[in-house]
C-alpha cells in the first residue's frame, strides 16, 4: 500500500550529545571529512544505508547505543570539539575579510544546488558547480546568500530496464527529513511570498533554509496548502513540465527569490546584497523583481534598469543555443499584464528578452538575452566558453567585433575537500604536513613513488567494490528473485588500466563514439598485454529519447559476454557515485563536440585525485593540457560530415589508449611494480593543476573580477538618491537618439617614413560629425592590429583627442577633429582603423549601448 504522506520522526537526543545536531544540521559536513568521521563511529552500518547522510542516520540509531555515546566522554568531547570547530569557522574573519573594496553581500541565484547526496536538488554540471561555488565562498569568508528552488523529487532516479532502456522515478522527499529548517516570522509562523497569476490566482512558496558552512541558503516550495492543487506542484520536479510550467518556475525562482530575500534580511537584520549573480539565465527575471522596488521608490524604469544592471553578474554555462530557455511571446504577455510586477509595463518586459537582432526570432522570450540585457557584468566559464559566447550573442551589440563584445570569462573550478578522496588527503597529511591537497608539494621526496601508487591502487580497487555492489544491485531491481550471476561478483579488475566516462548525455557529448569501431575497442578491453577497462555512468533527460537511445546502445554493449567484465554502465549516476568513480579511474575520458562544452568540470575532480585526461580540446582542457598531465584527442573542424569527424576523432582516440596510454600505465615498471612515468604524470598534475583547478580560484576570480567591479558600480549607482543612474538613464536617451548623426567623414595619417619600423609613430588625425553630441558624449578611437586579407587581427585601441577649439581653423560643416599618436610595436602587417563608441564613467564597456560608427 502506498503511504499519502511520509514524515520523519528525529531521535532526541539527550542535552550531552546536543552537539551532534548542531554538526547534522550545518552541510559543512558534507567536506568536513572530521565531522563525516564523527558520524561513522557512530554506526558504520548505517552510516552507509543512510548514504552518509548525519540527519537520517540520527533518525535511526538505536536508542542504546545513544545512550552509550552519551557515556562515553570521550566521545562527548570529540563532538563537543567538532561543534566548537564548526562555530569558529562560522565567525572567524577569513580570506574575504581582507578585500577591502569587496562587497558588503551577495546574493547567488540558481535553479539547482549539488551539494550532498542527501540533498538531491541538481541534475549535472550545473548544479554541482553552483554547490562548489557555495562551499568555496564559505571557505573563503564571502558573505553570500544564495537562492534556489526546493524541489519535492529532486531531479530522476535512474534504473535501466534489462533491454537497456532509461527508466525514471520520482521519490517524493521529506524535507524534515532533511538538513533543512523553515524560515519563520517573528510570531513563528512559516514565512511565505505570493507571486500575482494570471486569472487572479496566487502562487504561494515557503521558505527552506540551509546552512551551507557559512553560506545561507534559501530553496521556495510550493507544496503547502495555500496554494490550490495545480499550483502546490510546480516546484514538484527540477526541468519537468512544459513552457509553461517552467516558466512558473522561474518566475518564482527570480521574483520570489528575491522576495524571500527581502524577507530573510528583515527578519536577521542582516544587510541586502548589493551584487546579484545570476547563474544561468533561468533566475533572470530577478532583475525585473529589483527594477519594480527601485519604481516604487521613484525611479523611471530606464532610471531603475541601471541601477539594477550596475550591481548584477549574469554567468552563461551553455555554448548551445537549445539550451537556453525561450519562451513563446504570448506567454510572457500573458503574466506580465497582470499585477505580478507593479509599475512594470509588459512591453519593457519584451524588449529586455525579445530577440530583436540579426538571425534572431522575435516571436520568442529569450532568458539568456534577459540576462545579459539587465546585466553590467557577464562571463563564460572557460576561455575557450567566453570566446564562444561573444560569438554566441554577438547579435546583441551589431557593429562591433566579436572580441569586443562585453562577456568575460571565469574558467570553473571544482571544491577540493568535497571531490579530494580521504585516501589522498591522509597521505599529505602524513607525509606532507598539510590537508589541503591543493597547496601540498607533491614533487617532494617526503613522498615516494610507492606510496603515492598504493594511494591510488587503493582507490581504484574502492571504485571497483562500489561498481560491483551498484551492478549486483541492479540486477536485483531488475531480476527479483533470480539468483545473481557469479561473474558480476568478478566484473572488472582493480590492477587493470580503468578508464572513467561520466556526465548528462546530451547528443553532443557523444556517450557513444567509443564505439565508433567495437572490434577495435574489444581488443582494447581483452588485450592480454594491456588491457583497458571503462566505467561509464550518465543521465538522459526524460524527454530526451535520442538521448536514452545513446544510453540502450551502450549498454547493449555492455551486455556482451566478451567484454562485460571490462566494461560497465553505471546507474543512477551522483554524487555519491561520483565521489568514488572520479579518484578511481586512472584516465578521466571526454569526447564532447568542439567547442560544445563549455567547460567540463569532471575531469578537474579527477585530476584533483591524480587522475590524467584524455579528452577533445574542449572546455577547460584546451587552456589547461599542457602534455604531461593527459592527452589532447585531435579535433578533425574541418571533416566532410559528421560522421566522418566521429570516424576521425574516435580512431584517434583508439590510437591514443593504444599506443600512448596504456603503454605509460603498464611499461617501465620497478621491482615493486610502479611504472616511474605514470607516477611522474600523477605528481605533476597533483602540483600544477589542483591550486588552479580549484573552486577557491574560481570564487576569488568572481571577486576580483566581477563582484567587486559590480559592488563599486552598484555603490556609486546609488549615491545621492540614485543620482549617477538617473544621469546615466538620461545619457543613454540623449545618445542613442542622437546616435545617427555621427559620421566620421574623413581620416588621415602621416608621420612614417617610406619603411616603417619599429618605434615609428604613426600620426591619426579624423575629421569626426557628431550632430546633436557633444565630444564629452564619445570616444574616437584608432583600432589596430595585423591585416589579415583587409580584417583586423590581435587589435589594440588608442583613443584620439579632440583638439583645441579654433574658430578660424573650425571646419566649416561644424565637425569635430580628433588626433592622437600610435606607436609601431610588432613587425609585420599593420593596418588600422577609427570608430566612433559613447563614452562614460559609468560604463563597464564602451559597447555596452550596442553603438559604434566606424570609418569607411
Known sequence: MKAIRRFTVRTVLPETLSALDELAGNLRWSWHEPTRELFDFIDPVLWQESRRDPVSLLGAVA???????????????????????????????????????????????????????????????????????????????????????????????????????QQETYPVLDPDGLPLSVLRGDDGSPAQVALALPGGRTLFARVWQADVGRVKLLMLDTDIPENEESLRSVTDRLYGGGGEHRLLQELLLGIGGVRAIKVWTELSGQPFPSVFHTNEGHAGFLGLERISDFVAGGLSFAEALEVVRAGTVFTTHTPVPAGIDRFERSLIEAYFSTDLLHGVDVHDVLALGTENYSGGNGDVFNMAVMGLRLAQHANGVSILHGEVSRGMFSGLWPGFDEDDVPITSVTNGVHAPTWTDPKLIALAQEKLGTSDTTAADWSSPAVSDSELWAVRNDMRAQLVTDARSRIKDAWQKQNPGVVVPTWINEVLDPEVLTIGFARRVPTYKRLTLMLHDTVRLKALLTSKKRPIQLIIAGKSHPADDEGKRLIQKLVRFTQDPEVRGRIVFLPNYDIAMAQLLYPGTDVWLNNPLRPLEACGTSGMKAALNGGLNLSIMDGWWDEFYDGENGWAIPSSDAAGDAAERDALE????????????????????????????????????????????????????????????????????????????????????????????VQVLHVESGGLAAIPRIGDELHVRAQVQLGSLTPDDVSVEVVYGTSRDDTLADTTSTALVPLADDTEAAPADGSTTFAGTVTLTRPGSFGYNVRVVPKSPYLASSAELGLVTVAH
Open 63 to 165: 536508542p542504546e547505543r545513544v545512550k552509550a555515546l552519551a557515556a562515553d566522554p570521550d566521545f562527548v568531547a570529540r563532538a563537543n570539539g567538532l561543534r566548537d570547530d564548526l562555530r569558529a569557522y562560522i565567525s572567524e574573519p577569513r580570506w574575504y575579510q581582507t578585500q577591502p573594496e569587496a562587497p558588503r553581500s551577495i546574493a547567488y541565484f540558481s535553479p539547482e544546488f549539488g551539494i550532498a547526496a542527501a540533498l538531491p536538488q541538481y541534475s549535472g554540471g550545473l548544479g554541482i558547480l553552483a554547490g562548489d561555488h557555495l562551499k568555496s565562498a564559505s571557505d573563503l569568508g564571502l558573505p553570500l546568500l544564495a537562492v534556489g528552488l526546493f524541489y519535492r523529487s529532486g531531479y530522476f532516479k535512474q534504473a535501466i530496464s534489462n533491454d537497456g532502456w
Open 650 to 741: 574516435a580512431n584517434a582516440l583508439y590510437d591514443l589508449i593504444e599506443h600512448q596510454v596504456a603503454p605509460r600505465f603498464y611499461n617501465s615498471r620497478d621491482k615493486e611494480g610502479v611504472p616511474a612515468r605514470w607516477v611522474q604524470s600523477i605528481r605533476h598534475t597533483l602540483a600544477a593543476m589542483s591550486p588552479v583547478l580549484s573552486a577557491d580560484r574560481m570564487v576569488k576570480d568572481y571577486v576580483g573580477k566581477l563582484y567587486t567591479v559590480a559592488g563599486k558600480a552598484a555603490d556609486v549607482i546609488a549615491e545621492d538618491d540614485y543620482a549617477a543612474g538617473r544621469e546615466l538613464a538620461a545619457w543613454k536617451a540623449t545618445v542613442s537618439g542622437g546616435w545617427s548623426g
